[in-house]
T-cell receptor, first 110, second 114 residues
């Protein structure tokens, strides 16, 4: 299974754009890249998923370079409510077990 | 239902007692996962059910832990002879079908073993 590496924590301020980069050097050809968000006392929630290039939805954008060895989650104009832990996952396949590391703890300051 | 439902939301028990945690996945979802999360830590995989296949139990930490899924729907995670180190949030997630489909999580059961 592809291992992911992402920063343990990040700080930002309201209104700023936040970019969280995840490294996955041994990503397999069929692997997808998926990001989840977790608020305190809740289970993780799906944010976005991509395979290559760029994906955008109403919450975030996901940038994936051609070699797919990393990906960047971009949160535009964050607010205090974006304070959460963000997890990067890589994988797919018949016996896929999503592996959540410690994620990136994002704190948004006023 | 509208989402994944877990019960109870909180469980306090004494060391040595058995506990049962319940998960109601989204109707029609064939895959079901159990994870646990200790304070400030990531999610630790416990067990995975996929349709009628034998479950993947590779994440269960000891033989005190077991889980079943009846009728391909509701799942119960049982912890026998609970220990203080079992204290954690136990999260259940379900997935529709294809392995790159997103997981839907419940809010978890906070287990405290005194």
């Amino acid at each position: 299974l592809a291992k992911t590496t992402q920063p343990i924590s990040m700080d930002s301020y309201e209104g700023q754009e936040v970019n969280i980069t995840c490294s996955h050097n041994n990503i397999a050809t069929n692997d997808y890249i998926t990001w989840y968000q977790q608020f305190p006392s809740q289970g993780p929630r799906f944010i976005i998923q991509g395979y290559k290039t760029k994906v955008t939805n109403e919450v975030a954008s996901l940038f994936i370079p051609a070699d797919r060895k990393s990906s960047t989650l971009s949160l535009p104009r964050v607010s205090l409510s974006d304070t959460a832990v963000y997890y990067c996952l890589v994988g797919t396949g018949g016996s896929y077990i999503p592996t959540f590391g410690r994620g990136t703890s994002l704190i948004v300051h006023p | 239902g509208a989402g994944v439902s877990q019960s109870p939301s909180n469980k306090v028990t004494e060391k040595g007692k058995d506990v049962e945690l319940r998960c109601d996945p989204i109707s029609g979802h064939t895959a079901l996962y159990w994870y646990r999360q200790s304070l400030g830590q990531g999610l630790e995989f416990l067990i995975y059910f996929q349709g009628n296949s034998a479950p993947d139990k590779s994440g269960l930490p000891s033989d005190r832990f077991s889980a079943e899924r009846t009728g391909g729907s509701v799942s119960t995670l049982t912890i026998q002879r609970t220990q203080q180190e079992d204290s954690a949030v136990y999260l259940c997630a379900s997935r529709a079908g294809q392995t790159n489909e997103k997981l839907f999580f419940g809010s978890g059961t906070q287990l405290s073993v005194l």
